[in-house]
């Protein structure tokens, strides 16, 4: 509340000058794309348009409250119409739309150029987190939430970045034309990054595209904007800009750990590493709907600790992770997660909260059912 | 108010009730037929992606080759189906008017026989006019065999109206289950195995 | 809003009735419970809408409440995710289809037979019918709270496939409950046409017509044209989630997309159902109040028919960002920036009323000037979002919900409030305690601000709408909005207290209680109306200034 | 037939002259009003869709 009563202050003192613009935290930010400028642009000008108008409509107002109150006597003309003046301002807001309606256009224009992408991002809304896939470059990987549900409760002090933070941020390349591939695996979400003006629905079945070119390198952050269900709150955005360099190395990076993983499907796996492995990808993967302790939270996401169904039937199990189950929010993992991931999980929830099944699912038989 | 303006104005309303019901069923009707007439608005502007589905002669002889166009394809699973769709590759490079033949490959990686559909959406909408396809297995529903895995082509074009800002053109499968055909043929199994036994 | 019993029809009014030759003598009303079920009275029909929202009113509140207390500070303190999404989703249902809706049909059946001076609505028991379609149809809707998986939890707005595929299993219920509120609608419509296109007083023509009367009739045939198709829209919901249909499921063949078309084809002509009956009722006001003969009559009604038709085109302005061609933008945006002139005209009328007027500052006064105000801060940041460019960060952020409330709260709501006060004299005979409802004045118009302005800076901040926890940077605008509405909240119970009071007794108002400038046919009645009024019909004068 | 073109046009604006209006309402039906109403409509949804699609190019 304090900090409240300062930044009024500062605010108040700033209006009048268009610098209250750039007063961090109110008003939309300027973003780091040339596109995020212009629109940052036309929504002060919009603006001030309104403010202009609205002191002279206001000011007449007053003014006549001011000026004819009944109380100090004053007597009401008898006029009830004026054509010229009705004209003039049925003209006046015209002039002024189409003044608007022109740079509006323009930018619009640049927003829907889709040519000449260096790289193309595969983006998927999923409940409740974000998939990023590098098109042809063989890297991919999943963008959850990394504050921890601690925080969000309260039991622990919340974080600078609270809410806005994730395992892995989407990493992209300054001054590259960076093209954004949007769809969804379930519901509708929206990806939105304030500083690049990206804001896009992901619907499921189509796919939708936007682009950004980022000037400076930083660190980004969004939100979903599309209401998508429980954890609608919980599926942040964070973008990496690195130097162009930088991304290199890292993409070449990415590829290699990729292939390190791709190495570990065909050695024989201890049920203690899967555990641990099947516990990471729980904790990021199911445990939003399934909960951590596997309780589930019926009748949306069935219980997984003692669910007879999933411990009498390993082949079905198998089926509903790999597969998923059309029409509900379980989705398939088929492609988001790898065969090491896929059996260190099944193997996790055979094993966890007193399942106590003693399977152990070898990545390699799960790789073989994938061929 | 006399008897006869009352008999008037209960005809007055009488006929405006009549009206606006006509006007309410007019208009529920023009909801449902919105559907349809969404689908073709989409089909001939190219909104959401939606690409005609029928097929479409290729024109030949008419290649523009003063420019490339980058043609990439991505292949999605919708959930609960045990299905794996592989496309031979990711991205093909051709001139507008030049035709291209890519292979899909489906494959039921399940122990029982399941019916299925690829749902297609192109992007950037501006071009989705300008795909045409001579083959596609867009929206039709497919049965394959346990275990089965089948090969289909798609014969395709861009023509040469594609608007020159349109550098790469992306086409997207989802394969989805269609569920009540598969349910009633695993009832029928089930039901068949009954009468031998 | 106004738990008003009308009086008995005094013994003059009956043997004036008698005497007028009608076949229906009126017999002893039922009494009790019945009395109510079964009236088919425009006075008791319209003051029953009105408890019945003024009621809905404040459990839409409660939810709001619920909604701003969790959103107090960062974190999860009270409720769950889940059960804010449906506290949300029903905050926004009740709010518009049990609280707005309703109200504007309860003041158009108290008010219009006595505007154009007709002895009821046109058709009485249907009138009744479809009053009592409400109850039943926002019982059942509160009741799916109670059910397993919750009641609706995917927006006000609904979009497939949250709310279809993904939806938890009382959304039947949910597109029952949509369903008979929509009838109840249109046969509210279907009445106040016939009422408003028949029953005028002789010698009434339609230039004649109060603006509050012109309003409700273009909102009428607005209604008529799109509750058909919201009652299409969930009629193609409900076969997806029962009959394995896929309007609007990809898997199958649909597009989620056609649902917002769809949706949003019926919601924007909607958000001008809420609002145009406000119109009416400021134009009423004002000049009351300003003792002055409203500017620009005649254009007042054609730009309310200007932004009914333009109300149809401009539905794609809600979907910005789900990437539509770039011709369907420009398009929406276009249209969009259009409805702007007319809107204009009309505030600009409002203004040229009040300059040179002679104003006195009676509480309708007071809340229709806060509706001009607030109403058109609302319209400012309405021309905003219509900049698609600029839409792309607007969108489904808190700016946007800063905007749909400054319309919707200080817009119809203040209306509502403003008309209530102004026609208390009439349902009740006296006049309500002016203190008290200064108070209510102020700590509304203070508090409506605190709630709402802020949100303007936490969107544009970059807080994105309907989520029960958010980042840091955002949490003092949050404490202010919590603050403000809880403030806003209580200040309601001063309305209620005062229309109490008013019911109870008060100052005694005459039949024209607001001075020669509230000079429509309601006035000409006695204070409070008797419960039959214009069996004879009144002929018709068109006023001398 | 140009009069009532002219009226529906400053309908549109929301801008109208009582003594035109006057007028206007003595013309007994109002069908030739409500016809040009909706054939103007229509025309503005076509005025600004080709102006859309022209500009988007």
């Known amino acids: 509340m304090r900090t409240l009563l300062v930044r009024l202050a500062g605010g108040l003192t700033l209006v009048g000058s268009s610098q209250v613009a750039l007063a961090s935290g109110w008003n939309m930010p300027v973003g780091v794309t040339d596109l995020s400028r212009e629109i940052y642009n036309l929504h002060m000008a919009i603006f001030w348009i309104c403010v202009v108008i609205g002191v002279i409509v206001f000011g007449v107002m007053f003014y006549s409250l001011f000026r004819y109150r009944h109380s100090k006597g004053a007597k009401a003309a008898n006029f009830h119409e004026n054509t010229t003046v009705e004209i003039i301002w049925t003209a006046i807001p015209l002039l002024i739309l189409v003044g608007m309606a022109i740079p509006a256009t323009a930018t619009l224009k640049k927003i829907y150029d889709p040519s000449d992408a260096e790289l193309d991002v595969l983006v998927t809304g999923q409940q409740w987190r974000w998939r990023y896939e590098y098109l042809g470059e063989d890297v991919a990987f999943n963008s959850n ?145 399934h909960q951590v302790e596997g309780e589930g939270s019926p009748p949306a996401f069935p219980a997984l600790a003692g669910n007879e169904q999933m411990l009498a039937d390993l082949e079905w199990h198998k089926d509903v992770i790999i597969n998923g189950v059309s029409g509900t929010a379980m989705p398939s993992f088929r492609t988001t997660l790898n065969p090491v991931e896929l059996a260190a999980v099944i193997t996790y929830t055979r094993n966890a909260w007193g399942n106590d099944s003693g399977d152990v699912v070898q990545p390699a038989e799960i790789a073989e059912r994938l061929e | 108010m006399s008897q006869d303006d009352n008999e008037v104005r209960q005809a007055g309303v009488r006929r405006t009730v009549w009206r606006s019901v006509a006007a309410l069923v007019g208009m529920f009707a023009f909801a449902w037929a919105l559907v349809p007439l969404y689908d073709v608005f989409c089909r001939v502007t190219g909104i959401n992606g939606q690409v005609d589905t029928t097929a479409q002669a290729l024109v030949h002889d008419d290649v523009d080759e003063s420019r490339m166009v980058t043609v990439q394809f991505i292949t999605r699973n919708g959930s609960g189906l045990p299905w794996r769709l592989d496309v031979e590759t990711r991205q093909v490079r051709l001139h507008p008017g030049q035709t ?25 909408n501006t071009a989705t006019r300008h795909v045409r396809k001579s083959s596609c297995f867009c929206f039709e529903e497919q049965l394959l065999q346990a275990g089965e895995r089948v090969e289909m082509p798609l014969v395709f074009q861009l023509d040469r109206d594609l608007p020159p800002e349109v550098t790469t053109v992306t086409l997207v499968y989802t394969l989805y289950p269609v569920e009540g055909k598969t349910q009633k043929l695993q009832a029928g199994v089930k039901l068949d195995e009954g009468g031998e036994a | 809003m106004a738990p008003k019993v009308p009086p008995q029809p005094t013994l003059e009014q009956s043997t004036a009735a008698a005497e007028a030759g009608h076949g229906h003598a009126h017999e002893a009303p039922p009494k009790g419970i019945m009395r109510w079920l079964l009236t088919t009275n425009h006075k008791e029909i319209g003051t029953m809408y009105l408890i019945f929202s003024l009621i809905m009113f404040f459990i839409g509140g409660i939810f709001a409440l619920v909604v701003r207390l969790e959103l107090f500070q960062p974190g999860m303190q009270f409720v769950n995710p889940e059960f804010f999404n449906q506290m949300t989703t029903m ?308 700016f946007v919900v800063a905007h749909f409330h400054y319309v919707l709260v200080p817009g119809a709501i203040f209306s509502i409030i403003a008309a209530v006060y102004f026609w208390l004299p009439k349902w009740t005979g006296h006049y309500p305690n002016v203190r008290l409802a200064q108070w209510h004045f102020w700590l509304s118009v203070i508090s409506v601000n605190l709630t709402f302005f802020p949100m303007h800076f936490s969107g544009l901040a970059g807080m994105p709408r309907r989520i029960p926890d958010y980042a840091l940077q955002f949490a003092d605008f949050n404490m202010v909005s919590s603050i403000g509405a809880f403030m806003f909240g209580f200040s309601q119970l001063l309305f209620v207290a005062v229309i109490v009071m008013c019911v109870r007794g008060g100052q005694k108002a005459p039949a024209a209680a607001w001075g020669e400038f509230a000079d429509d046919l309601e006035w000409s009645v006695p204070s409070p109306a008797p419960l039959h009024t214009f069996e004879t019909p009144p002929t018709f004068k068109r006023p001398a200034h | 037939m140009w009069g009532v073109i002219k009226s529906v046009l400053w309908a549109f604006l929301g801008v109208q002259r009582d003594e035109q209006r006057r007028e206007d309402f003595e013309k007994g039906s109002p069908l030739a009003f409500i016809i040009t109403g909706v054939v103007l409509g229509l025309l503005l949804v076509a005025i600004l869709a080709v102006v859309a699609v022209w500009v988007a190019g």
């Not at chain 1, 070449?252 to 993983?261: N, S, T, Y």
């Not at chain 3, 989630?241 to 078309?261: E, K, M, R, Y």
């Open chain 3, 91 to 398: 905050h926004g249902l009740i709010m518009v289809f049990a609280a707005v809706m309703p109200a504007f049909t309860g003041l158009a059946n108290w008010m219009i037979p006595l505007q154009i001076g007709a002895p009821d609505m046109a058709l009485p028991r249907l009138n009744n019918f479809s009053f009592w379609l409400l109850p039943v149809a926002f019982g059942l809707l509160l009741s799916t709270l109670f059910m397993p998986g919750g009641g609706p939890n995917f927006g006000w707005t609904f979009y497939a496939p949250l709310s279809t595929t993904y939806a938890p299993p009382s959304t039947t219920f949910f597109i029952l409950s949509l369903h008979i509120a929509g009838i109840s609608s249109i046969l509210g419509a279907i009445n106040i046409i016939a009422t408003i296109l028949n029953m005028r007083a002789p010698g009434m023509r339609m230039m004649d017509m109060p603006l509050f009367v012109w309003t409700w009739l273009i909102t009428s045939f607005l209604l008529i044209a799109v509750m058909p198709v919201l009652a299409g829209v969930i009629t193609m919901m409900l076969m997806d989630i029962n009959f394995g249909t896929s309007f609007f499921n990809a898997a199958g063949g649909g597009d989620p997309v056609l649902f917002q078309h769809l949706f949003w084809f019926f919601g924007h002509p909607e958000v001008y159902i809420m609002i145009l009956p406000a119109f009416g009722i400021v134009s009423a006001i004002i000049p009351a109040f300003a003792r002055k003969r409203l500017f620009g009559y005649a254009s007042m009604v054609y730009a309310t028919g200007a932004i009914a038709v333009l109300s149809f085109l401009v539905w794609g302005h809600h979907m910005f960002v789900v990437g539509m061609p770039l011709a369907a933008q420009l398009f929406f945006m276009y249209a969009t920036m259009l409805i702007a002139v007319p809107t204009g005209v009309k505030i600009f009328n409002w203004v040229t009323t009040l300059f040179r007027g002679s104003i006195s500052f009676e509480p309708p006064m007071l809340f229709a000037l806060a509706f001009v105000v607030l109403f058109t801060i609302g319209g400012f940041s309405g021309l905003m979002l219509a900049i698609a460019p600029a839409d792309f960060q607007y969108h489904d952020t808190y």
């Open chain 1, 145 to 289: 939430l990394a504050t921890p549900r601690a925080q969000i409760r309260g039991d622990e002090e919340r974080g600078e970045h609270y809410l806005l933070e994730v395992d892995e941020p989407l990493v992209l390349p300054i001054n590259r034309k960076v093209r954004f591939l949007f769809t969804s695996d379930d519901v509708i979400h929206a990806w939105w990054v304030p500083d690049f003006a990206v804001k896009q629905d992901t619907v499921p079945g189509f796919i939708t595209e936007n682009w950004v070119r980022i000037n400076e390198p930083g660190i980004y952050r969004g939100q979903c904007a599309e209401l998508c269900g429980v954890d609608h709150a919980f599926m942040p955005i964070v973008v990496h800009a690195v130097e162009e360099e930088e991304f290199d190395a890292w993409l070449a990076e990415r590829q290699e750990m990729a292939a390190e993983e791709a190495m570990g499907i065909d050695r024989e796996w201890e049920l203690d590493e899967l555990m641990e492995r099947g516990e990471g990808v729980y904790g990021s993967i199911c445990a939003s709907c």
């Open chain 2, 100 to 124: 291209s033949e890519v292979n899909f490959t489906f494959s039921n990686q399940s122990r029982s026989e399941n019916w299925a559909r690829a749902v297609p959406s192109v992007t950037p």
